[in-house]
């Protein structure tokens, strides 16, 4: 098992559906990070929260919303997606620091868009 | 060029063998390495952290990093079919800077 936790595991939805993806850790990390990874690709960074404000957006379109409630939880807010947009999302939480922490991943939300 | 390469793969091996996995890297500015294991529908999981060039050991598990030669590598010894699984390679220069990810290599260890 993960120290970050992400639900759902599986998440079908339709192109006019709005939905949100889930992520938590309790290591007292204060980066959290959403990686999209299509089948036999690396991760590719969306989004990057440091101490609750977003810091990094990688030019993700709009209908993927970032929300960091406090400094345990991530969300992910979906809305008028496409089929492209089919792949695993993965959360991600690290120490925030000058020197570079390993980032810790959970298991993913593995979402089909219909 | 991309920034980092690494071999898809796959990589087969029988039980027992000495695995080794590269990635080389065209950007000196990184000091920081990594690698993660993947298993089929699960999240990366952080096997190794390096920082700089050295060697550093983990059980079965050996990173090398050359700096000289921007080459990196993970050693895996006495493998193990529960070894088989996606290998990424990962670094970064700084805890402002996204990781940069190799591609990952397959591997598959036969019993």
């Known amino acids: 098992d993960t120290e970050v936790t992400q639900t759902p595991k599986h998440l079908v939805m339709g192109m006019t559906n709005k939905k949100s993806l889930k992520c938590e850790q309790h290591?007292?990390?204060?980066?959290m990070y959403w990686y999209k990874q299509k089948a036999k690709k690396p991760p590719e960074l969306m989004f990057v929260?440091?101490?609750?404000?977003?810091?990094i957006n990688e030019s993700v379109p709009s209908r993927f919303s970032p929300e960091c409630p406090n400094s345990s939880l991530l969300n992910l807010h979906l809305h008028a997606l496409q089929p492209e947009d089919s792949a695993l999302y993965l959360c991600?939480?690290?120490?925030?620091?000058?020197?570079?922490?390993?980032?810790?991943f959970g298991d993913g939300t593995r979402l089909s868009i219909l | 060029q991309k920034e980092v390469e690494q071999d898809p793969g796959p990589l087969s091996v029988p039980e027992g063998a000495i695995v080794s996995l590269n990635c080389t890297y065209s950007?000196?500015?990184?000091?920081?390495f990594m690698w993660y294991r993947q298993y089929s529908r699960k999240g990366p999981e952080l096997l190794m952290y390096?920082?700089?060039?050295g060697n550093k050991e983990d059980g079965r598990f050996t990173a090398q990093v050359d700096k000289s030669s921007k080459y990196i590598s993970l050693f895996i010894r006495d493998s193990q079919p529960s070894d088989s699984a996606t290998y990424l390679c990962?670094?970064?220069?700084?805890?402002?800077?996204?990781?940069?990810f190799g591609k990952g290599t397959r591997l598959s260890v036969i019993a």
């Open positions: 991600a939480s690290s120490q925030d620091s000058e020197v570079p922490q390993p980032q810790h």
């Open positions: 290591m007292g990390h204060r980066a």
């Open positions: 929260y440091s101490y609750e404000k977003l810091s």
């Open positions: 950007n000196s500015a990184f000091q920081y």
């Open positions: 390096t920082y700089s060039s």
């Open positions: 990962a670094m970064t220069n700084s805890g402002n800077t996204p990781l940069v």
